[in-house]
């Protein structure tokens, strides 16, 4: 597709389980974000990919939070033994990297996974 | 599909009114912003942004100003649209942190009205 898609859209678990996030990013964009947005909240930073490297996992709220980009391209967010206070929804953004290494600004989002922790 | 608006500051216009949107950010060494549209249910879209070496610019219906003295962001959208109600986010970065970490602000919702 030509956007950012995520998967699942909506997640819905009870507490303790274990959930995966999918993030597609648009094809050749070498920089990948997630964030959290909480409702009526704008989004935080939780994590930043360039290709499989993660260079900044320092949004991330507790190391219940994993997130992986094992091929520079598909990403998982992972959230184990989930808790009510992780229900939000989750957004992933790529962008492109330009030739001087720093990643071109204009983030594109995709949809965002909404997850339900009951 | 689930509002994202909830609580939020909010801005109700008639259409083809001109609307104004605020934003006050929070580092003082940001020096690049941008505004982002959010539907409900959707991610946020990009609108327009602007560097901190310059105090406006204007895109296609829309102008940002900055006001550095102040931190003060806004976003101006003329003849408002039915289409144009979403929420709207100010966001800041600092350029050479090497990648766009963005710091997002509340946000306010737009309802436009016809």
């Known amino acids: 597709g030509a956007g950012v898609s995520q998967s699942p859209r909506y997640k819905v678990a009870k507490r303790g389980q274990d959930v995966a996030l999918r993030c597609d990013p648009i094809s050749g964009h070498v920089s990948l974000f997630w964030y959290q947005q909480a409702l009526g909240q704008g989004p935080e930073f939780l994590t930043y990919?360039?290709?499989?490297?993660?260079?900044?996992k320092s949004g991330l709220p507790s190391d219940r939070f994993f997130a992986e980009r094992p091929e520079g391209s598909v990403s998982t967010l992972k959230i184990q033994r989930t808790q009510q206070e992780d229900s939000a929804v989750y957004l992933c953004a790529s962008s492109f990297l330009g030739t001087s290494g720093v990643s071109l600004l204009e983030q594109y989002f995709g949809p965002g996974t909404r997850l339900t922790v009951t | 599909g689930e509002s994202v608006g909830l609580h939020l500051p909010t801005l109700s216009v008639q259409e083809g009114d001109n609307s104004i949107i605020n934003c006050a950010y929070s580092?003082?060494?940001?020096?690049?912003f941008i505004w982002y549209k959010q539907e409900s249910g959707k991610g946020p879209q990009f609108i327009i942004d602007i560097r901190s070496n310059m105090d406006k610019r204007q895109g296609q219906r829309v102008t940002v100003l900055l006001n550095k003295t102040v931190k003060h962001l806004s976003l101006q959208i003329a003849a408002t649209q039915p289409g144009d109600s979403a929420v709207y986010f100010c966001a800041e970065n600092i350029l050479d942190s090497g990648y766009s970490t963005l710091t997002f602000g509340k946000g306010t919702m737009l309802l436009v009205s016809p």
């Open positions: 990919f360039q290709n499989e490297a993660q260079l900044d």
């Open positions: 580092n003082s060494a940001s020096d690049y």
